[in-house]
Structure formats: C-alpha cells, structure tokens
C-alpha cells in the first residue's frame, strides 16, 4: 500500500492511500475536519468525518501531475511508467503549484 500526507498551505489535512485492492482512499484528518472545515481541497470533496473511496485515482490528484514534455522527463529520470499515476504523484507533487501538496509516507520493511 503507497500512501501519502496531503498538505494544504503546508499544512497536513489528510491522507491519500492507494490500497493493496487497487482503490484509492482519501480521508480529512481529524484536526483538519475539527478547526478547518471550510479549508477543502476539492469543490467535489467537501471535508468530512468519512473516507472518500474510488476505483481510479481521483481527478483532483491526477490533475497534480506533470503533461506533456514535463511528464516525459519525470517518467524517464525516475523510471516511472506513465500509467502509474500514484507513483508520479508521489515522485513529481511534493511542490506542486498552489495550495496542495503530496509528501509520500516511506514503508517500513519489518525484518
């Protein structure tokens, strides 16, 4: 499972996981829903107590992600296939332009 902190303004309002299934599950953290409940990220996503559940990833994220000549440069300098849209935005969001960001979460490997 690949996940991500989702920072707004730089500041954490909730995670993005991409499950072992294949769905994507995003979730306001609790302080976020608690002190800034008029801070959304998404117009389709309003902030709530309960997860989002999708089947693709869902737009606003994909819309995070580099096109054209800039997406052919970060699928090639960090050998990540086109199709892999979770991974190009955990590799190329992290600065994204405006006011939301993805900061990836390292797995642990248990020995």
Known sequence: MRQAIIKY???ECGMLKELDNGE???TYSEMHVKNHSDLLINFNMP???QPYV???LFPFFDG???E???LNIASESWKINKADRMGLLL???QNAIGAVSVHPIK???DA
């Open 107 to 109: 797995e642990s490997i």
């Open 91 to 93: 590799a190329c969001c």
């Open 9 to 11: 303004n730089h500041v």
């Open 68 to 70: 054209g000549w800039l």
């Open 54 to 56: 999708s089947k693709r």
């Open 24 to 26: 994507y599950e995003f």
């Open 64 to 66: 995070l992600i580099p």
């Open 47 to 49: 902030v709530r107590k």
